[in-house]
């Protein structure tokens, strides 16, 4: 097959310090998983299909959090107004053009500009003007609560030809369709479910390979200390604006996606509750891993629609004694106290654990 | 006054110190020294009861303290300047003094007008954030936070970091005083051999985490030991 | 294992210049770091007042003076931290008084804080790779890393969170990180408080050979010895404004210095 | 119902899906219509044309992508018949193109703004162009100048232009309209400018217990005018919660009240309150108009099925279409084929001053009838809907329609 | 007269949003200030003061009373969630945030289950107050005065009592408190029984005002946020800063936008205000 050296320098690309699982058996498990991932279709019904699409468009959502949040330390509780803002532009750029263009094409795009033009100024706004720490989380989650109040009330409002329907929404947003005008086809739920979950894993490969790169270390070094990284020359300021603007884009990205799959986006999406969702899959996975928050946003969205299947009114006792045992024995997440214990069990591969994170401490 | 027996400590699951037994007597002025990483401060967090130990025992006035967290162990009259100072950096100077004060609060001789004596830079600077000190400041501040309180045992983590000479011979000279006046025992670990020479009577030497001999001070100086253990 | 044994290199930092030109631009008078009129008040207290200060390319200055002489707030003006109230910083031939603690660091500063500030969180490894890669990248930056690790002696630690390192480890640690950066000139904030004698020792060899190297160098210190073993000349600070400034033997000779700071100290054991 | 009407194959039981919220702000009302589905559920034994039914119960949460996720399971893994659910026009627009997609038949029946146009919806609840009659009755009682307290989302303000239509026409109008988030539960600064504007009466379309404090605080302060409500008193029983007189002098519109005095509502409350006590007065509680809009919604399906003799969806909403009648709690109601709205009996509700309720007639009179019968959607709906003539199960009308200014005259 | 009286509304209204955001606060700012925890499930525990004093109230008592008990049961039930949630989880910022998060889910669904979806209310004691044209609730303004007294109480705790002080060493460095003698953990303990009791009272002084719901909480947990992180550093003189420059923000904007426009004001100013102090209100007061 492919010369083996070539292997090796993809390897190096993907692996470092700065994520977990660097051994062959790491990459062996996750070859195993995507290859699961796409011949699902055959085993399945199309809601499960469906539902499926969904969750990986919020594991998205998930790695951009945990980028700028986990990795970068910049407590960004607002990661949803992006969402919304990506969700919205796609609604009113997707129902405005389809007719012209006959595709998605130009409103993902929009969505993507869109909210890192959005966030770009915001993080400006933050970042020269030296707010940190829990001042972005209050801030960041003021402008998502701010934007929830105001597109709360714009019932009979049009922009192009959609009506963004206040609470109630947009609805009607045209679903992926790819190509142009008499070339364009609309994904159906299967085309669907392939898209984006070859868009899932590249984004995750890809935040992989950022994360093992100069601007991994970078974001590491912001995170652990602003001051000191600045006194090893780096713009602090400019780097943490780009983080934000780019994980902000992801975000928008993934809620453009969101709102193609369901042909729907209202302003809950940046209401408290759904501001503290993505919060508590970074938590509950592991803060400082890309596939803790990955594998706890599968799992916690997949629990909760079971749960709401289940019809009583124990839904949410339940899922919120999930949150409390979950980070009450895993106080590093979910994630990396299953791999510490694995590896304990088996004493380790390619694994550069970073000299027991986990335990050393405290 | 105290004494450690077959104490092994570490973090996690990286064992530090080995097997570590000494005693220090009433009114003695013992220090401890070792190269760096060699398990001072470690031993220094075992005594005070930030560290607990993984085997052995340690006696405090001939009673055993290892099942006694650190503010218990305080109230029973140890007192501890870490290597780091650990003032608080958002108290100002005085209030830093008066949390000092809580572990004995049922003596009524107050101390801290002799600090302030002592240490006339913190008189000038009592509603100073301490957090704002100067390096040497927060040293002194830290050392006669832990005296307003009066200790029997007095655990000094290399007290004449960053401290400027003239002042590194004031804290000798303090040492001494309340050893001799109020019989403080003190127990220190220290880089600067002037300083442990010149105030100590015992010397305890630390190689990776075991006691490797015991010495007089004057012997220090050019000992073959310390050749062995502390020099490379 | 704890405090293994190990050996510092002996032949140490070959430096990697990365193409970057080495040669100061140097002031008319020669000096690399100039200061003028340098004052900073905090509320009513000057902590700095009216330094002027000059140092030449190439040399080791010490700067010593009593706790609380506004040593540390003099090197964080000169790095930026703090802004001056008053006066003028310049380095390398030009004013950077205005200019954000980065931009200072990218035309050749570093420095060695007081209060240890590695990444705690981060492997030894980590924390030195974000000192380096700015200047050196790929499998360069691993051969530096190396060279850095040998050179304070930590490579058995590599993969060492920095936060578990002893007191005195995370001092190489620290020297090793501003190092790390190539610089023109290196601040040293009191950089052997809390290492053995020995080990005091090491560092000043190696703040000389990093001087043959080319970098101009100012630490401040409170250990007499050291600054008897490395200062070309030594500047003392006192309440804030420049004391006397001279040779060591000039300076360890001097009354008032013997009074305000050095006490019995003066005599030397060295 | 993956394809049209599989269930009705006459194998296997019936089977009917709920949504309704059972945890969330509403989750109250979700459990109300909950137990109501039950009880009748439980009165015909689960069996329907002599079959087997099936009940499957979701819980959304009041989470609209939970309300998407959960209708397509409905429809697509558990082969339901009909669904019945959603609380508020969110989560119903939110599920709506999930229907229509896949042509199943839902029963939307929580009272609300109105518009809904849709060949697969059928709808049995109280729209606020039906509660005209109280605009008509506190503009001709107290007089034209009003002061509207609005819920800042889409229930308020569309309610909120129907009712500024109609007070117009009877040429009143508002001195201020105040658009209120809905979680504002601090009405001070409302409460002074109400004082300044000095209005002759209230409308009040405040929405969710936040906002309900306002009746309490405007008590305390000393403000005394009547309430006309469109949006409280039958659905969320203030006049229960709040002790006397905080609410006296309130004016309410709706289709049905608990305190309705015929035998049928008599003998359904007495009926419901035994199997939940809960919804007893001595428990805090009360059978509100959320329940009785459920109870009727299983019933209609009820009817229709019975009348159809299978559960093939087309043929179950052309009976829908005959125009159902029957009698109610509240009255008798009929199927308004057209509309696929209800056509119902109106009742005037004034709050007294120890809190128990009166029914009215337009000259203030009290009364045992109701204020109007068989009060139909607005003229203005009508005229824009008719899914008779313009919309089949094969080339389906699917709108959602919101009245612009000006459109209702 | 006219001026009078606009003035005096200005004022009633100023100290009733001042009453809100600052009880709505203090109980968060004790917590977030002393014990570095972001208790989500606050508005929960107010919740349970405006329960518990509802009982109370409606088993006889007298308001003040009823009150007093909805702090105290409010407090019980913090000393209970401190054993057996919080104590693991010191310096644990962001794991409590979530580990509340997740215990507020179950208050309020355990509460729904148990009581409904509403229950029995308080009137409003003390009746109006008249001045000129204008006239306001009596209750409101009394209300305003207590979040005034009660911040003049905890802020004499924790700068003039020994417990208070060694709250605050134990906040700034847990470890080195210990090595002094104060035994942190109970120093802890107090701290979030104390922060839970001011909830409680807080949500007893505001039962009379609102309709209880299970979800009610939700409707203060954001202003408590802003309140206290705008704050600052020193939680309590911020949050008290807090709750004053928000009231002067929130006062004139409802009074000319009306209540939406008071709600965006807020949201806005917070913004403005962290970016202008970006260390929050009491980095002017108290520089550190
Ligand atoms: N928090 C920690 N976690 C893990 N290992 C630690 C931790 N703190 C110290 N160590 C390790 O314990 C050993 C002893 O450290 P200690 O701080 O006691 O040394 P020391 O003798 O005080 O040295 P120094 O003179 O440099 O202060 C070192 O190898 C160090 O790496
Ligand atoms: N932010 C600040 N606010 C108020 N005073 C300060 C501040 N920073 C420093 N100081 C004061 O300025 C003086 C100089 O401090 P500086 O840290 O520069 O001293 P230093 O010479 O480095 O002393 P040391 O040798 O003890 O480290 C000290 O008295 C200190 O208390
Ligand atoms: C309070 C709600 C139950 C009202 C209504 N159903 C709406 O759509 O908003
Ligand atoms: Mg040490
Ligand atoms: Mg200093």
Redesign the pocket.
Known sequence: MTDPGRIERLRDLLEGQNTLGNSTRFWYGFVLVVAFVFAYPLLTNPFVLKVNTDYFVWMILALSLAVVWGYTGIFNFGQTAFFGIGAYTFGIVGITLIEVTGGTNVAILAAVVVTVVASALLGYFMFYGEIRGLYVAILTLAVALTLNLLLVRTTNTTIGAAEIGGNNGITGIPSLTLGAGPFSTTLGITAQYYLVAVLLVATYLGLRILLNSYYGYVLLAIREDEDRTRMLGYDVRKLKLIAFSLTAGLAGFSGALHAAWGNFIDPTVMGLTAASVPIIWVTVGGRNTLIGPLVAAYALQSISTRLSTVGSGYTNIFLGAVFVLAVLFFPDGLVPAVVNRWQERTGGGRDIDPAGTTEAET | MLELDEVNAGYGRTPVLHDISMEIREGEVVSLIGRNGAGKSTLMKTIIGLLTPTSGDLLFKGESIVDDPAERRARRGIGYVPQDKEIFPRLTVHENLKVGRFVNEANDRSLFEEMYDYFPILDERRNQKAGTMSGGEQQMLAIARALVGAPDLLLLDEPSEGVQPTIIEEISDIVGEINRDMGTTVFFVEQNLDFTINTTERCYVIDTGELVNELPPDELRGSEVVQQHITV | MAGTNRRRSRHRSRRHDGGRNMTARQDDDGAILRTDGLTKRFGGLTAVDDVSFSLPAGEIRCLIGPNGAGKSTFLKLVTGTHHPTEGTVHFDGEDVTDLKPHVRVRRGMSLKFQRISTYRELTVEQNLRVATQRIHDGPEATRRIDELLDTIGLSAHRQAIAGSLSHGDQQWLEIAMAMATDPKLLLLDEPTAGMTIEETRETGELIQDLVEEGMSILVVEHDINLVRQIADRVTVLNQGSVLMEGAVAEVTGNEDVKRVYLGKQAEGTA | AGQVGSGGGGEGPIRIGTLYDNSGP?GF?GKGKDAATEMWLEQQDYELLGREVEWIDYNPGGDNTEYKNLTRKLIQQDDVDMILGA????NREALRPIVDENKQLFSYN????GGVCDEFMVINTTLTSQQRPLIDFMVENFGSDYYALVAD???GRVSNRYARHYAGENGAEPVNEEFIPLETSEFGSTINRIREEDPDWILSLL??SAQYSFFKQAESSGLDLPYGSL?NIA??YEHVSFDPPVMADTYSCFSYFQEIPTETNREFVEAFQERNPAYTKEEGGYVFL?IADAWNAIRFYWNAVEQAGTVDQEAVLAEYENGLEMDSPKGPVTFNGETHHATQNMWLAKVNDDHSISFLDMDGNETEEPIAENVETSEWFRNQCNLVENSSWDEPQTDYLTPDEGDLS | MAAAEAILRFLVLLLSFFGTLALAGIGLAVIFGIMGIINFAHGEFIMIGAYSTSIAYGAGLPLAGAILVGGLSTGLFGLVVERLLIRHMYDRLIDTLVATWGLSLILIQVVQIQFGGSFGSIPIPFGTFQYGSFSASMYKIALGLTALGLFAATYAVFTRTSYGLQARAAMQNKEMARSLGVDTGRIYMLTFVFGSVLSGIAGGLFAPLTVLTPTMGSGYIVEAFVTVIVGGTNVLVGTFGAALSLGLIQTPASQLFGTLGGRVALLVTTILIIRVLPEGISGVVARD
């Open positions: 509403l009302v609380l508020l026009s969110s929580d009272w609300y703004e989302y889409n229930y929405v969710g949006a659905g969320t959320s």
